[in-house]
């Protein structure tokens, strides 16, 4: 699995509006599985990320993002490439077929041309901190499996 960038910053909660579950999952993720972990604030929504890289060395966030202190958590890897609008046709087939191989995450191509992938916790989800080193490092596989042929892909 690819390892954490070592250039990133240091392990930091920013500002003081951090949402419960956030706290939860950045101590989990910190404290359980050694990762380096970043929190912050975004407006209304707190987040934990962490940086990791493809293995062409493509950098990218996953993010566990909450809007309020109940379990609403969804996580987001935002920008894993950028797709110019005439290959778009080539890359869509492929996400739909990424998307019925990886049933649990989506991949999404939005309208800026960045395929994002995105996981949601079930609202009725009692701990979403308990399984979020399960969640990191099933999105890291994923995104090792996948991004070779998304890159392809995106090059027509």
Not at 11 to 32: C, P, V
Not at 121 to 148: F, N, Q, T
Request: charged fraction near 25%; aromatic fraction near 10%.
């Amino acid at each position: 699995l690819p390892f954490p960038l070592p250039d990133a910053a240091e392990d930091k909660k920013e500002n003081t509006m951090i949402h419960k579950m956030t706290d939860a999952i950045y101590d989990t993720l910190k404290n359980k599985s050694g990762f380096k972990v970043f929190a912050e604030e975004c407006g209304s929504a707190s987040n934990v990320w962490l940086q990791f890289a493809t293995d062409n060395n493509t950098p990218y966030q996953i993010r566990f993002i909450s809007t309020d202190d109940n379990n609403d958590v969804a996580v987001r890897v935002f920008g894993l490439l950028n797709v110019e609008n005439s290959l778009s046709d080539k890359v869509l087939p492929l996400i739909n077929r990424l998307n019925a191989a990886y049933r649990f995450v989506k991949f999404v191509l939005d309208n800026e041309g960045n395929v994002n992938l995105e996981y949601d916790y079930l609202y009725c989800c009692p701990d979403p901190a308990s399984s979020a080193e399960e969640i990191v490092m099933r999105i890291v596989k994923i995104i090792e499996e996948a991004h070779p042929a998304l890159l392809r892909a995106s090059r027509g």
